[in-house]
């Protein structure tokens, strides 16, 4: 399967945990995207890396969260001291091209449940 | 600031009854307009770009329309397996914006 992977696909964490996710974009797609969808509403931006580099962060995107692109491949995002309103499903997409015109390709998103 | 709505919320058809969904968008510098379709528990999947007004995209029996200030995402004759949200997203730099989405149904 050459799509977009994303890990894990569940977590259930306690309030105040830190947790991390991971996401493997199709191949040599050099733009990655994150996006968070809570019920009933349409996925809203957080970031995008093109390559290694984070050129957007949305407002929604607080310092308790961070997310990574080590070498331009799969990226991370954090969320250090959950909170309940973290919970969500947390959605990973990739493109191909450098003019920013081409789909993006979502994973199968990662469910995060904070007791 | 950008915004995409979608309109009905929800939506119930019968097996073969046509419809369509509405998509209004203000999204500055508009680059493209995308459908996606999302069933429970999964990341959205791609349906259809469009890029100018005018143009028109088909698959199955879907279409794809886009004007000036909205799309419509038009279902002909559908099917119990196109039960899924349908959502609408604009491109202005990088980032999607969502409108919420649609809810279809489709009874057998």
């Known amino acids: 399967d050459t799509g977009v992977s994303q890990d894990p696909r569940h977590k259930i964490t306690k309030r105040g945990q830190n947790v991390t996710f991971r996401c493997d974009p199709i191949?040599?797609?050099?733009?990655l995207y994150w996006y968070r969808q809570t019920l009933g509403q349409g996925p809203e931006f957080l970031t995008y890396?093109?390559?290694?580099?984070?050129?957007?962060k949305s407002r929604l995107l607080s310092d308790r969260f961070s997310a990574e692109r080590p070498k331009g491949s799969f990226s991370t995002l954090e969320i250090q001291r959950t909170e309940q309103g973290d919970s969500a499903m947390y959605l990973c997409?990739?493109?191909?091209?450098?003019?920013?015109?081409?789909?993006?390709?979502f994973g199968p998103g990662t469910r995060l449940t904070v007791l | 600031e950008d915004q995409v709505t979608q309109s009905p919320e929800a939506l119930r058809l019968q097996e073969g009854e046509s419809s369509s969904l509405n998509c209004s968008y203000t999204?500055?510098?508009?680059?493209?307009l995308f459908w996606y379709r999302q069933d429970p528990g999964k990341g959205p999947e791609f349906l259809f770009t469009?890029?100018?007004a005018g143009e028109e995209k088909e698959k199955e029996r879907l279409k794809a329309t886009l004007t000036k200030k909205e799309s419509f995402l038009h279902i002909t004759a559908p099917k119990p397996e196109d039960s899924a949200t349908y959502l609408c997203?604009?491109?202005?730099?990088?980032?999607?914006?969502f409108g919420q989405g649609t809810r279809l149904t489709i009874n057998p």
């Open positions: 997409a990739s493109s191909d091209g450098w003019e920013g015109y081409n789909e993006q390709f």
């Open positions: 999204v500055s510098g508009l680059r493209g």
């Open positions: 997203a604009g491109q202005g730099a990088q980032k999607l914006v």
């Open positions: 890396f093109q390559n290694e580099a984070q050129l957007e």
């Open positions: 191949s040599e797609h050099n733009r």
């Open positions: 469009l890029y100018s």
